[in-house]
């Protein structure tokens, strides 16, 4: 039974995952500019967690390693992955987003000395480096072109790449990662926003406003992460892994039907390239860990 429960956690939270990618590039195709959609999910997360942290999970959140860790995955991960959507397919976002984050991952814990990369591992990083490889090669032969949304999402990988290494570093809990990411980046960002910013909120549905504080703000930054941590706890680490390895092909195939994206051969050995090579670089690693 805790099995099972723990698959139904997993499977929640892939699907979140899955329809971040899908409901950020519907805002990136809208009148929301990447600046409005920042401050829709950090303003609706923090006003959320904002009474949990005085109420019932008072830490402080004003440390450096919160401050520092909050900036990287929240105010440079967010400008980066919206900017991308932006510009660039929904369909690529599944290929860049889930394949460079394990990718950065991996090479950071190697270069900091934080983790020694197993055989298995490093296919696993060959495998979505070549997925990678041959969708930027199509891309820069192909008349579409790569669109600078394409480096965005390699960007936003890298940052919270780094974010995650910086979480394990300073062994920082997923409470306390979720609410420092909140409250940080609002205490940073909004008032900027507010004063400086041209908002183009009032452009848009109130049911557009609804879908992306409801989605960005509710399940992306905050039930995901509940639901993750609690797979993990029933179904360790090496399985949630390889549930998330779904997520490209989840992501990817249904932003060619919702978006009447081009599904491509290439798109789909692509997606299924990263899939694999996301398995190979958790799984692995779980059991290596554990020796």
């Not at 997606?271 to 694999?276: D, G, M, N, R, T």
């Amino acid at each position: 039974m805790k099995h099972w429960q723990g698959y139904l956690f997993a499977l929640g939270a892939v699907s979140i995952w899955s329809g971040f990618i899908l409901v950020s590039r519907f805002g990136g195709m809208s009148q929301l500019q990447p600046w409005d959609m920042m401050a829709i999910r950090y303003g609706t997360c923090s006003l959320i967690l904002l009474p949990v942290w005085l109420i019932w999970w008072r830490f402080p959140v004003w440390q450096p390693r919160f401050l520092i860790s909050a900036s990287l995955g929240g105010l440079a991960y967010a400008l980066c992955v919206f900017q991308g959507f932006e510009s660039a397919p929904a369909s690529h976002a599944a290929v860049l987003l889930p394949g460079t984050m394990p990718l950065f991952i991996a090479l950071i814990s190697q270069l900091s000395g934080q983790e020694r990369l197993t055989p298995i591992r490093w296919l696993g990083i060959f495998v979505i480096s070549l997925s990678i490889l041959l969708l930027f090669s199509q891309l820069i032969t192909s008349t579409q072109g790569m669109q600078w949304g394409h480096l965005w999402f390699v960007a936003a990988a890298f940052f919270w790449s780094l974010y995650s290494v910086l979480l394990k570093h300073w062994q920082i809990s997923p409470s306390q990662s979720a609410i420092s990411l909140a409250l940080v980046t609002a205490l940073f960002y909004l008032p900027v926003y507010g004063l400086f910013i041209d908002t183009s909120l009032n452009r848009v549905s109130l049911s557009e406003l609804l879908l992306q504080a409801g989605y960005q703000g509710v399940l992306a930054a905050i039930v995901q992460i509940l639901l993750y941590v609690q797979a993990v706890r029933r179904i360790g680490p090496s399985a949630m892994g390889a549930m998330m390895a779904a997520i490209p092909l989840i992501s990817g195939l249904a932003a060619t039907v919702v978006f009447a994206e081009p599904l491509t051969g290439m798109l789909v050995i692509c997606l299924a390239l990263v899939s694999l090579g996301v398995v190979l670089a958790n799984i692995r690693r779980t059991r290596a860990r554990s020796r």
